[in-house]
Nanobody, 111 residues
Framework: HVQLVESGGGSAETGGSLRVSCRAS????????LGWYRQAPGNECELLST???????YVADSVKGRFVISRDNANNIVYLHLTHLKIEDTAMYYC?????RGQGTQVTVGT
């Protein structure tokens, strides 16, 4: 059963940091690229960052210098480290493998 389960969201103050995690199961984790997306109410889904098999990464301009993606192939986890948080980072954060998406984890940034 292929599954992605996000966790680690929560509330943070502007300028703060959070780390969201995505634990994968049911497929050869190390053989796939994965990505992090977010969606805020009323907004389109936004690609934030991807990481490939060799841990090469892409980071969207909107979060470049603030968000860092990483992967732990031994434990089938992909992380997104969020720093220097802004109000506009408030959204549901999802990890994706191809067309598969997890249930998401909410990040809320306040003053």
């Amino acid at each position: 059963h292929v599954q992605l389960v996000e966790s680690g969201g929560g509330s943070a103050e502007t300028g703060g940091s959070l780390r969201v995690s995505c634990r994968a199961s049911g497929f050869g984790f190390a053989d796939y690229a994965l990505g992090w997306y977010r969606q805020a109410p009323g907004n389109e889904c936004e690609l934030l960052s991807t990481i490939d098999l060799d841990s090469y990464t892409y980071v969207a301009d909107s979060v470049k210098g603030r968000f860092v993606i990483s992967r732990d192939n031994a434990n089938n986890i992909v992380y997104l480290h969020l720093t220097h948080l802004k109000i506009e980072d408030t959204a549901m954060y999802y990890c994706e493998k191809g067309s598969l998406r997890g249930q998401g984890t909410q990040v809320t940034v306040g003053t």
